[in-house]
């Protein structure tokens, strides 16, 4: 009997397991695929070097305003997929290595009761016992009612990551965080890009102004953007992909050809079908099972990390959790809290958000204050080939306690100066208190400090009104 089995070998399973292995647990793991999950395989590491290429191939439009005149001549799209699927292979590669002093388990894993999980697996039937079970099975892209994924013409990032090139002229639709980020990649690589949403803003989980700025550099980059609008149709007609799009408000119907379309409208939890009610886990009517802070389901010995537990569906948010479950498995306890969980888009510009936004304040009822700052203020903007000049920096500042609620950066190196604010707000630090810390200029951190002094009515670089 093991000590411990991980069902899903993802960001939370086997970071989990790497925790449980370090305390001295013997574990398995059982994974369906691939080691590393979607993170590694179809999302965070596949979409960011599509991303660093696509940079790469806008250089030649961007470095003329400095007298320095490049030639683009070609991307040769397969090359450049076998090597975002090489740098896939290594990460997933890390993961098995780390593994090395787990059981790892190919198949698919099902409860079978508290202490038994049967693998359905190449190698046929087998039933594995452990102490205690961590599920971690995560989730996998949602569909659109009426609309197949076919893997071949109607793409989800899984079946977009697996092309062997890229297509020349592709219809996203969602514009979320994987619309956004696919759609501004093919754009800068010379594709032909269409996204519709239907809500009226691109992000819509954000603060409307942080879509403001995105929605203008969506249209710098040619991209067609269908905002309040859906996909009525796909039908191959003559050869050619066709997709029918509505306006909701008026009715307004058009047609568009495109090689392929991508579905990016959300996610679907893997908890159903692997026996968690047959063995007592309670499950919310959307499918997320239920877990106290430290990751323990209604079951004792069972417990759940990841996606499969809800959102926000962030890796790191995953391997958090993960750790969280493995530390109380191994010792009883554990001070590591679930929050606050940072969320970085990798657009341009960049976002960086932690803590509440003001759409989550307000709904709250919170009494706060905003501390609102234009990257103008940056010297360091000045010095980028691919300046932000729309993007900002704001704080939301508790009344009463000073105390920074939280945090948005729309900008470039938002992905990194945001976890700086991540330790304030986790630290339930001031605005006063981040003011005593020096950064180092010039750097995109100085926008910490110039919104510490911002907040406490002594602004730096910026001219009182």
Not at 311 to 334: D, N, Q, W, Y
Not at 381 to 389: A, G, H, K, Q, V
Request: proline letters at 4%.
């Amino acid at each position: 009997m093991y000590d411990a089995i991980v069902l899903g070998g993802g960001p939370a399973g086997y970071v989990a397991a790497l925790r449980l292995i370090r305390e001295g647990l013997k574990v398995a793991v059982i994974e369906r695929k691939y080691l590393g999950g979607e993170c590694t395989n179809w999302g965070c590491i596949p979409s960011k070097a599509l991303i660093e290429a696509s940079h790469a191939s806008y250089l030649p439009k961007v470095s003329k305003v400095a007298g320095i005149n490049l030639e683009l001549k070609s991307v040769d799209s397969r090359r450049l997929m076998g090597w975002v699927k090489r740098v896939v292979l290594r990460c997933r590669e890390g993961v098995k290595y780390l593994l090395s002093e787990a059981d790892v388990i190919e198949g698919y894993g099902r409860l079978k009761g508290r202490n038994e999980v049967v693998v359905e697996g190449k190698e046929g039937r087998k039933v594995v016992e452990g102490k205690y079970i961590v599920v971690a099975t995560g989730s996998d892209p949602a569909s659109i009612p009426g609309l197949k994924i076919d893997g071949e013409k109607i793409l989800s990032n899984r079946e977009f990551f697996e092309l062997g090139e890229l297509p020349s002229s592709m219809l996203i639709v969602g514009a979320g965080v994987i619309g956004v980020e696919l759609g501004q990649a093919l754009a800068r690589l010379g594709a032909e890009v269409h996204i519709v949403e239907i809500l009226d803003r691109p992000l819509p989980a954000f603060d409307e102004d942080v879509s403001q700025v995105i929605a203008r550099y969506l249209r710098k980059y040619g991209i067609d953007l269908m905002l309040s609008s859906v996909l009525k149709s796909v039908e191959v007609r003559g050869g050619e992909l066709v997709a029918r799009i509505v306006r909701k408000e008026s009715g307004e119907a058009k047609e568009i050809k495109v090689d392929k379309v991508l579905i990016a409208v959300g996610r679907r939890l893997n908890s159903s079908g692997i026996g968690l009610e047959e063995v007592g886990v309670k499950v919310t009517d959307k499918g997320a099972v239920i877990v106290d802070e430290l990751m323990r389901t209604s079951v004792p010995n069972i417990f759940a990390a990841g996606d499969v537990v809800g959102p926000p569906f962030l890796a790191h948010k995953a391997s958090r959790e993960g750790l969280i479950a493995a530390e109380v498995i191994a010792t009883g306890r554990t001070e590591l809290p679930r929050e606050p969980i940072p969320s970085v888009v990798f657009s341009d510009p960049e976002i960086g958000i932690v803590g509440l936004d003001e759409t989550q304040a307000k709904s709250k009822g919170m009494r706060y204050r905003v501390v609102k700052l234009p990257y103008s203020v940056l010297s360091r903007d000045y010095t980028r080939l691919t300046r932000t000049p729309e993007g900002f920096a704001k704080l939301l500042i508790e009344e009463g306690t000073e105390r920074i609620l939280g945090a948005v950066i729309v900008g470039n190196g938002a992905s990194e100066v945001i976890h700086t604010l991540a330790v304030a707000v986790a630290s339930n630090i001031t605005a006063r208190d981040l003011e005593k810390v020096v950064m180092t200029h010039p750097t995109y951190s100085e926008l910490v400090s110039e919104l510490a002094h911002a907040a406490v009515g002594k602004p730096l670089h910026l001219k009182l009104k």
